[in-house]
């Protein structure tokens, strides 16, 4: 039987002729199509200033700096989510302050992150976990009593809504990730979307080695930036992709509706909360029976693997890996992040996959756990 990853990018015919034009055409670096691609996202999140970078892991970082966000800052992050977003505020210096998740959301919990604010508090960092959007007033709500930026790690969520409006089209700085496995893709890439242009030359000084080029044609380096600019290569996908983004959304919905049709009583598996069409499902990630099934985690996933079926894990819960276990975080602090990140899979979900394929995997997780027996 065909192999079924858990992500894959969809990448057609059109886009990979519109890659050898780009090649062909001499200029491959930053150039036009950068600039179509800054556009074309700027209109698709309302017209706010977007600017692109190679990852949505430097965007963040850059988002921070041209923030001043630094030593002896503190950045609230949920525990559940993926390393970059609490790596990026150690790389600038600042410290992570974790905050639970709801189990249901898996998004960070509202009345925890208020209780968390503290005198050294500069940033939220909220993440719209598998494309469902945080309860964005909640968030706000508490930045603004409290004067805080909001940096919204928005990987997961191009092209989710809330309360109908996209998210980057509203709130102060939002990131977005083109990674393969994200809803969209450049192969690597990034972008931030900003609430106004207070913060855009420093970001285009960070994202590009701190240099001016004066009017007179001489430059100028303003201070030591980073190296963080897209490709035309990269770019001419994500326009590309953007084009056809509320598609594969639409098409991620009809198999996440498989996937609760099949599940949602048939199977000892915890669904996540299914949203309405406002989610973009970047991720369909059940959570696992293991308090009532004889079976691990690495076993189920070993043998949906050998029924050629990649299963992933998004995420092991974030305060209690060796860095963060080094800032003095501890088992038990953070309950329902270390409940998801014990029993959490992600199940293949992409827009080229078929109802069929679904069915297939609903019938081998069903399969594994029966066979697995259950505790005393
Ligand atoms: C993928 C991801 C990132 C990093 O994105 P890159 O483009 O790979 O740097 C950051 N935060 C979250 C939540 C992610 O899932």
Redesign the pocket.
């Known amino acids: 039987m065909k192999p079924l990853p858990f992500a894959k990018p969809t990448l057609d015919e059109e886009t990979i002729a519109a890659v050898v034009e780009v090649l062909r055409s001499g200029w491959i670096a930053s150039g036009p199509k950068v600039q179509e691609f800054e556009s074309a996202l700027s209109q698709y999140v309302g017209g706010r200033t977007v600017r692109t970078f190679t990852?949505?892991?430097?965007?963040?970082e850059v988002a921070l700096q041209a923030c001043g966000i630094g030593r002896g800052d503190e950045v609230i992050v949920p525990a559940m989510?993926?390393a970059?977003?609490a790596n990026v505020v150690m790389r600038v210096g600042a410290t992570p302050v974790f905050v639970d998740v709801e189990l249901d959301t898996r998004n960070i919990d509202v009345q925890a992150l208020a209780n968390a604010v503290t005198s050294r508090t500069k940033a939220i960092m909220p993440?719209h976990?598998a494309g469902l959007a945080v309860d964005m007033k909640g968030v706000y709500e508490v930045a603004q009593r409290h004067g805080l930026r909001v940096i919204e790690?928005a990987?997961?969520a191009i092209g989710t809504r809330f309360e109908g409006k996209r998210i980057g089209s509203f709130g102060d700085i939002v990131?977005f990730?083109?990674?393969p496995?994200?809803n969209m893709t450049t192969i690597?890439?990034?972008a931030l979307s900003l609430p106004s242009n207070a913060e855009l030359e420093a970001i285009e000084l960070q994202r590009f080695h701190g240099l001016r080029r004066e009017a007179d044609g001489s430059a100028d380096v303003l201070l030591p930036g980073g190296k963080y600019n897209l490709s035309d290569v990269s770019a001419c996908i994500g326009i590309s992709q953007l084009k056809q983004l509320d598609g594969f959304i639409e098409r991620r919905h009809a198999l996440v509706a498989r996937y609760f049709d099949r599940l949602q009583s048939a199977s000892p598996c915890t669904l996540p909360k299914r949203g309405d069409k406002d989610h973009s499902w970047h991720i369909f990630a059940p959570l696992l029976p293991l308090d009532s099934v004889a079976l691990s985690r690495g076993q189920f996933i070993k043998a949906m693997h050998e029924r050629g079926i990649a299963v992933g894990v998004?995420y092991p819960a974030l305060h209690l890996f060796t860095a963060y276990r080094k800032l003095g975080y501890r088992e038990g602090d953070f309950p329902n992040a270390e409940k998801i990140g014990r029993e959490t899979v992600t199940l293949p979900l992409f827009p080229t996959m078929e109802l069929s394929d679904v069915d297939r995997v609903c019938d081998a997780v069903g399969e594994v756990l029966a066979g697995a027996g259950r505790h005393r």
């Not at 990852?55 to 963040?60: D, E, I, P, Q, V």
């Open positions: 990852s949505a892991t430097g965007a963040l989510t993926f970059a977003s993440v976990f790690d990987a997961h990131s990730s083109f990674h496995n994200k690597e890439g990034g998004h």
